[in-house]
């Protein structure tokens, strides 16, 4: 080295200097690192390692929102456990259900409308019968030898002793309609019946007169004759002849057609129809179908129905 010219060992020892400091600063920057690694690494006292991230620094950094179409920014919004979805359950007693068919069904109180293949059916429990207390009824074929029930200046009379129960109507089938019931169109089966100048509609042992925009079943009238009558009618003895009864209605066979009469007291009935009234006379209650009582009476462990003589005092 001593033979090298002046000039060169300058050159020499400045690039030994050089590569000295350069080595130096790559200690010294190799160990700044690996402090910052162990503070960062360092287990917490609930066991978690910190992750060192250089890239993504924690501040200000958005959660809900990601950029979108155009560098926009399109917010997410996640919803909480009470969040508002389309699932709604309503929980209310009313369901109104509107499928294919036109088969809505609207039931409000005593009102029931269904609408199927554009016939229109109402029932109207708020129809008026003529439903007086001095009752239309035959007297019965034989004294009573039990003393008569004596309310409100009124007797009533029974062959059977009082049994009380509660009064369930009974179902004739789906041709059958109770007083009140409106249909809009009748059956090719209904006949025209005429009775004292007034115009009914009979139909498979249902009377209908005609209304506005339809016809509404109604009491039969005595004296209305028939060619035929259902065959669920049931077979009753009054005492005297045979009657023929169905839906609450009473028939008597004349020849070969049956005709409307009015109950006889003392006959005893297997069941009532929908429409009867169940009133409280005094401590007993009976069934008011129309013009006519009926007591809850039980014989041979059966339950039925009696015809009740009601008399003014």
């Not at 001593?2 to 010294?28: G, N, R």
């Not at 209904?190 to 209908?208: F, L």
């Not at 005595?222 to 669920?232: A, C, Q």
């Not at 005094?282 to 009740?308: N, R, W």
Request: proline content about 7%; charged content about 20%.
């Amino acid at each position: 080295m001593e033979d090298l010219p002046h000039t060169a060992k300058k050159q020499l020892l400045v690039l030994i200097y050089l590569l000295a400091w350069c080595f130096l600063m790559s200690v010294e920057g190799q160990a700044q690192q690996n402090t910052r690694r162990e503070k960062h690494d360092k287990p917490r006292a609930d066991g978690a390692t910190r992750q060192f991230d250089q890239s993504r620094p924690n501040a200000d950094r958005p959660s809900t929102a990601k950029p979108g179409v155009n560098n926009s920014v399109t917010k997410i919004s996640r919803p909480s456990n009470n969040s508002n979805r389309n699932n709604t359950v309503n929980t209310n007693n009313t369901v109104n259900r509107n499928n294919v068919g036109n088969r809505n069904t609207n039931i409000s109180g005593n009102t029931v409308n269904r609408n199927r293949n554009n016939v229109n059916i109402n029932v109207n429990n708020s129809v008026h019968v003529r439903n007086n207390r001095n009752t239309v009824v035959r007297p019965g074929p034989r004294p009573y030898a039990r003393p008569p029930y004596v309310y409100g200046g009124y007797r009533y009379n029974c062959y059977h002793p009082y049994y009380p129960r509660p009064y369930v109507p009974f179902y004739w089938g789906p041709v059958w309609h109770p007083w009140g019931f409106f249909v809009a169109t009748l059956a090719t089966t209904a006949i025209i019946v005429s009775v004292e100048n007034n115009k009914y509609h009979y139909d498979q042992g249902v009377w209908y007169t005609s209304t506005n925009g339809g016809y509404t079943a109604v009491p039969a009238p005595v004296g209305g004759t028939v060619n035929n009558i259902p065959s669920g009618a049931e077979t009753v003895n009054t005492g005297t002849v045979n009657n023929y009864y169905y839906g609450g209605t009473y028939y008597e066979k004349d020849g070969g057609k049956y005709t409307v009469v009015a109950p006889t007291a003392g006959t005893i009935v297997d069941k009532l129809p929908e429409g009867g009234e169940e009133v409280a006379i005094g401590d007993l209650k009976y069934i008011k179908f129309g013009e006519t009582y009926y007591q809850p009476v039980q014989i041979d462990g059966k339950d039925k129905y009696e015809v009740v003589s009601v008399q003014k005092e």
